[in-house]
């Protein structure tokens, strides 16, 4: 039991040390891959295509350019909050705001 837990341990150590050292990608790269993922028409159909587009555009997020990280957090809270089998209303509506927000931030960047 105790060789599991450091094996464990170890695993998770060496990934968060591997993620720290993750390069950021520059502006343009960050827009290519989010170009990439919302130009499937599945990704924003419904309940499973915010969960997919969630889950396509976390590993994004995590080396995103400093330009938009912010605005695909907003995005990925949002869809976190909306599958939710009972969503939070008022938390909704606020990141509502927020996720539109990150919407014309990706249009600032991304659009030229």
């Not at 170890?10 to 989010?34: F, I, N, Q």
């Not at 919302?38 to 915010?50: L, Y």
């Amino acid at each position: 039991m105790k060789k599991l837990i450091t094996a464990a341990l170890a695993a998770g150590l060496l990934l968060s040390a591997s993620a720290c050292s993750a390069p950021k990608l520059s502006t343009a790269e960050t827009c290519d891959r989010v170009k990439t993922v919302v130009s499937n028409p599945a990704a924003s159909t419904g309940k499973t295509g915010m969960i997919r587009l969630a889950n396509q555009i976390r590993p994004i997020e995590a080396v995103s350019s400093d330009d938009l990280q912010p605005a695909l957090q907003a995005i990925l809270d949002y869809a976190d909050e909306s599958v939710k089998e009972n969503p939070d209303a008022e938390k909704l509506n606020g990141l509502k705001t927020e996720y539109e927000k990150a919407g014309s931030t990706y249009s600032k960047f991304c659009s030229q």
